[in-house]
């Protein structure tokens, strides 16, 4: 295991409401590793929480929240190797938020294709079989238990 700190985060998931019911943004990573996730960044040193989460999801994805609701989930991985542009870092603690987002008419999403090079919304079901790492899918699964019971309106 490599020395260092824990870089501080926070996982975004990311829906909207269609007529075909809630579907989930996905961004395909490229950047460290390769894979889907959801919108996630690092929270600068003073800023809060929920300003990093409105920052990471405008700067990854272009949108402005409608919502944005904070969970009691949190928890924290090492890389699985060193990172030149995160020197000293070995990993990342992250706290659970949910943003809910206008879908655009055209479809069209403005990734930041530094860390991303696709994006996709799915269904619950299609996000549970297309996203690689447990804290993934039990976030997803936290919101999605969330926005089932009616809450989130």
Known sequence: MQ??????AVFIVAYTRTKKGIEYLLLKRKLHWKGWEF?????????TKKRAVKRELKEETGFEPIKVKKFDYSGKYDYHKAFLDRKKIKGQTFMLYSAEVKKPVNGKIKIDKIEHSDCKWVSFSQAMKILKWPNQRKSLRIVNDWLRVGNGK
Do not use: W
Not at 3 to 8: E, N, S, T, V
């Open 3 to 8: 020395k260092g700190k824990y870089r501080k």
């Open 39 to 47: 919108p996630k960044g690092a929270i600068k040193f003073f800023e």
